[in-house]
């Protein structure tokens, strides 16, 4: 089986029974902050998309690049579909021209033709990417190969059960805002990152541990920021809180650690993987110097990407607009149909609106209120609030002039924004900005009210203390993610910390955990699992 990288978390697979084309991203993502690096826009994408088969994980647009999709991907290509809740991923697809899906169950292993086998896992929870993420088997003459890309599955057992996988693709870098957006000193800031930065790599590592693949591949990552308003992000800067660390820094530290199977893809790398050889061919002489001149190359892709970055900003304004009279158009309807999302917000959040710099000065011209338990959008009146975002009115009349239904798939990712929240960190707020639909938002009810009413009977051991088997969060198996230290359970999964004695959940509202002491009785009030 030959693994061609092209960049991200995307590849192609070639088998002698037919290519499979995984999440080709190229184009900026997320208001033009996110690029893809190394650079994998002087690809041959002409014969890279001209394959058998398509396979979108989900649609964070640094998987699902309409754009790309639409000029470079054969549309007799078949798309394998993951099982998802909603027909938002087929309908995206049909829009750009697909008309053969393969509709697959959720880790049901499906025969192709020429004995090309595919098995995809889909995750449906409202907290999986944008209302779904999968990950993609694929066995062909013996060789099996696990493209995880960024999803988290809570148990890999399934795919270890269909023979000994022999290349693991996986994520290991951060994907989110946090904590760079937050309003907080820098110590706390790079304190925040760093802890991140761990969890992240072990997280990675138990999921290599636990499927003992032959070769692993880091992959899913880092993006790369280009924009001057953003460079700082760049792993560049010798910050220790960074959250991007790119492929060698990972392979850097999982070497050190005693492993010494890990790959790097490039893009334009070939990896020929076999049962018992891997080989792989780069499009640098020095993979390693190619890293160590990292800056370098950032600067040259910078200057490459200055007017992409350019035109985007000018296509963002929208000053006809009324911004209050359509977000209360938009979101009101689906506040009084919330009920779980809203009572887990449980308060108001601001939304601070800035003029663009040089105009405005960067200062407030206009501050909204989502008002959860009101059930209204409304200016804001001075009241306290527990989260609060910042952010140039333009993103957000851009957002409302496409009637985009996912903000964070747009606004959030983009790192375009500041954030300040007093207390824990809340799910339910960006839950509810991921469904800014009908359908999004009946779905997310319906999982979280059949997730709140499922109890976890089952108890295990760890240490000195007997808790419930599943995590309250997402229900990750803590025999394999859990770590008891001092009193305090973390999951490995997402980083989540639970409190024993109290059963209170240390990182967000709206969960608790089940535990008592070895040999203590439970407790006849043990807190219910919740959503």
């Not at 761990?198 to 880091?218: E, H, N």
């Amino acid at each position: 089986m030959r693994l061609t990288g092209t960049g991200h978390a995307s590849m192609r697979i070639d088998t002698g029974a037919g290519s499979i084309l995984c999440d080709p991203w190229v184009n900026p993502a997320y208001f033009a902050s996110w690029f893809p690096f190394p650079d994998n826009s002087q690809l041959d994408w002409e014969s890279l998309g001209d394959v058998d088969y398509l396979y979108v994980s989900h649609l964070h647009r640094d998987h699902f690049d309409a754009a790309h999709l639409k000029r470079y991907v054969s549309k007799k290509a078949t798309v394998l579909l993951p099982e998802y809740p909603t027909s938002e991923l087929e309908d995206e697809l049909r829009e750009l021209g697909f008309t053969s899906f393969l509709r697959t169950r959720s880790e049901e292993v499906v025969e192709l033709d020429g004995g090309l086998k595919v098995m995809i896992q889909a995750l449906t929870s409202p907290t999986d990417g944008p209302i779904g993420d999968s990950s993609l088997w694929v066995e062909y003459d013996g060789v099996r190969v696990l493209n995880q890309n960024d999803a988290r599955p809570t148990d890999l057992g399934v795919f270890a059960e269909l023979g000994h996988v022999h290349a693991h693709l996986l994520q290991f870098s951060g994907a989110i805002w946090y904590p760079m957006v937050y309003e907080l000193p820098g110590a706390a800031k790079t304190a925040f990152g760093k802890q991140k930065r761990d969890r992240q790599m072990d997280r990675t590592i138990r999921y290599i541990d636990d499927l003992k693949a032959s070769w692993v591949f880091p992959i899913a990552g880092p993006p790369c920021f280009l924009d001057d308003e953003l460079w700082q992000f760049n792993d560049i800067h010798g910050d220790e809180g960074n959250i991007f660390p790119d492929q060698q820094v990972f392979l850097d530290h999982y070497t050190g650690l005693g492993y010494d199977n890990g790959m790097i893809l490039l893009p334009g790398s070939v990896a020929q993987v076999g049962t018992d050889t891997v080989h792989t061919t780069h499009p640098v002489p020095d993979v390693r110097e190619f890293f160590d001149r990292k800056e370098e190359h950032l600067r040259e892709y910078q200057e490459r990407a200055r007017p992409v970055i350019e035109a985007a900003k000018a296509s963002w304004r929208h000053p006809e607009i009324d911004v209050l009279a359509e977000m209360k158009r938009r979101i009101e309807p689906l506040l009084d149909e919330s009920i779980y999302l809203a009572k887990g917000v449980g308060g108001p959040v601001r939304f601070d609106l800035v003029g663009p710099s040089g105009e405005a000065g960067g200062e407030t011209v206009e501050s909204i209120l989502v008002d959860f338990p009101g059930k209204q959008v409304r200016p804001y009146a001075d009241e306290k609030v527990r989260y609060r975002f910042r952010t140039e009115r333009a993103l957000v009349e851009h957002l409302l002039h496409i009637e985009e239904v996912d903000w964070v798939n747009s606004l959030f990712l983009s790192c375009r924004f500041s954030a300040a929240r007093i207390g824990q960190y809340n799910e339910f707020v960006y839950a509810f900005f991921k469904c800014l639909s009908e359908e999004r938002l009946q779905y997310a009810e319906g999982w979280y009210d059949e997730h709140e009413r499922t109890t976890d009977a089952e108890d295990i051991t760890i240490g000195d203390w007997v808790l419930q088997r599943r995590c309250p969060h997402l229900k990750a198996d803590l025999t394999r993610f859990g770590i008891v230290e001092d009193g305090q359970l973390t999951c490995q999964l997402h980083g989540w910390r639970f409190d024993l004695a109290s059963g209170r959940c240390l990182t967000s509202v709206g969960h608790s955990i089940r535990a008592h002491r070895v040999g203590e009785p439970a407790p006849a009030d043990a807190p219910a699992e919740a959503g």
